[in-house]
């Protein structure tokens, strides 16, 4: 007898795959994404109240948005129509609206429109959308990997909520392939495995947030699983699935962590040969050394900043130089920028600066640009006053200009980056200072006047 084979011995929709098979078809079954599917979450209230709003998805591969997008439109009664980004124009757009206005004419329901790799839109398309998405007559949900903000034209954007989708806890992936692994329609529950908790733990390592891996990985897993005696998906039964050989510090453990901890720390308190120990024990382990290019470019911006800004191009260089050798020669660059953020000046004024300064956004909001720094291509901006009595600077002595202000009216005279004395941020604090004395200057010679 054949798996999953329906009485007419035609192939049913368990023969799609698992992951597929799988979706949670109701709020209620979905799992994860707790700050907006709340009882009282944006989306929940929202679906519940039938008040609602055009949305963009934004989240990694495997976060559940083409999930989500279908289970707004089927308990708010909607049509679901998708769209191509990247297979479909404007004269499909067309076609799309049609469908839209005839849905509420003959069925008097609203269209909810599905646009998968919105950020893959280009203009055209997007103005297309645009007064439809305003009238109403359709409510477009987008999904999108990529930051909305720099590839959603602003007209878009301001019609739309942006809600931002995590990847899935460990926990929350556990709990997928469990239900998976019991369900008897859809999963996996006829076949009448088990599997051991080391092996769902490292599923969930193995698919970093993304559900649709790891029910790739238990439906891999369970092919091999029939094969034995014991119907138990084991550890070694998934590594050997999916083809991958575990590091010997991995999520399950607190290894992973501590070496990198190990060997960031060591950076910081300037110990070359504790840098390279802690790099040498995380490659033998098979650490992606990619991983720790990442981390050392993390941490020329954190910990050197200012101080030394030859540190960053040091640490992407040895990145570049690890994609082009590849291992093990490739290995010899990252030790190199090891060794060089280890000895370089330390520096954490820009990490602190930025940090108060997202905080002070947080606290103030989208304040307006000044209209002396804005920009003014057209006749209408420039008789609004846009940049008028805009100072440019290398009109001035060491082009700075003094009386020249930058921030909104409401921070003015905030200072949010503050320089060491070591390093190369001597030599900046200096400067600052130098400026803050001409402005000063200049400021106390216009009172006199």
């Known amino acids: 007898m054949k798996l999953f084979e329906s009485p007419k011995g035609q192939p049913d929709k368990a023969a799609r795959p698992l992951a597929d ?31 609602l709003f055009s949305m963009i998805l934004w989240g990694p591969p495997g976060s559940g948005k083409t999930t989500l997008a279908r289970i707004i439109a089927s308990e708010a009664d909607a049509c679901f129509e998708t769209f191509s980004a990247v297979l ?25 429109l599905f646009v998968d790799e ?31 903000s720099f590839e959603v034209i602003s007209p878009l954007l301001s019609r739309a909520r942006v809600i931002v ?61 029939m094969k034995e005696q014991e119907k138990i998906v084991t550890r070694e039964i998934v590594e050997k699935a999916i083809q991958r050989k575990p590091l010997q510090y991995d999520k399950t453990g607190e290894e992973h962590y501590n070496l990198i901890s190990a060997f960031h720390k060591s950076l910081r308190g300037s110990d070359p040969d504790a840098a390279l120990y802690w ?38 260089s040895a990145m570049q130089a690890f994609h082009f050798v590849g291992s093990p020669e490739g ?74 202000e930058y921030l909104p009216d409401e921070l003015r ?6 320089p060491t004395d070591r390093g190369y941020e001597k030599i900046v604090g200096e400067r600052l200072e130098k400026w803050k004395r001409f402005r000063a200057k200049s400021r106390s010679g216009k009172t006199d006047k």
């Open 331 to 404: 290995e010899l660059a990252l030790a190199e920028a090891a060794v060089y953020l280890a000895v370089a000046p330390k520096s954490n004024s820009l990490y602190a600066g930025f940090g108060k300064v997202r905080r002070e956004i947080s606290d103030t909001g989208t304040l307006p640009v000044p209209l002396h720094i804005r920009n003014a291509p057209t006749r209408l901006m420039k008789d609004l006053g846009y940049g008028r009595d805009y100072k440019y600077a290398h009109d001035f002595n060491d082009a700075f200009a003094p009386e020249q």
């Open 165 to 225: 989708l995590k990847p899935f806890s460990d926990d929350e992936l556990i709990l997928i392939l469990k239900r998976a692994l019991a369900d008897q329609e859809r999963g996996l529950g006829r076949l009448g495995l088990t599997a051991a908790p080391e092996a769902l733990e490292f599923m969930a390592w193995a698919a970093d947030g993304d559900a649709r891996t790891a029910l790739n990985n238990l439906e891999a897993s369970s092919i091999l699983v």
């Open 21 to 51: 098979r799988m979706r949670p078809e109701t709020l209620d079954d979905y799992v994860g994404q707790s700050d907006i599917l709340a009882p009282e979450g944006l989306l929940r209230k929202a679906v519940r109240e039938n008040r």
């Open 88 to 112: 479909s124009g404007v004269k499909e757009i067309r076609t799309v609206i049609e469908e839209a206005r005839g849905n509420l004419r003959r069925e008097n329901k609203k269209t909810i």
């Open 118 to 148: 919105i950020h893959r839109f280009n203009k055209a398309q997007q103005d297309a959308f645009l007064p439809h998405v305003e009238s109403g007559l359709i409510t477009l949900i987008g999904a999108t990997t990529e930051n909305p």
């Open 279 to 316: 790099l040498a024990r995380m490659l033998e382990a098979g650490e992606d050394p990619l991983y720790i290019a990442r981390r050392m470019i993390r941490f020329a911006s954190e910990d050197s900043g200012i101080a030394d800004p030859n540190a960053l191009l040091i640490a992407v």
């Open 413 to 418: 005279g905030r200072t949010y980056y503050r």
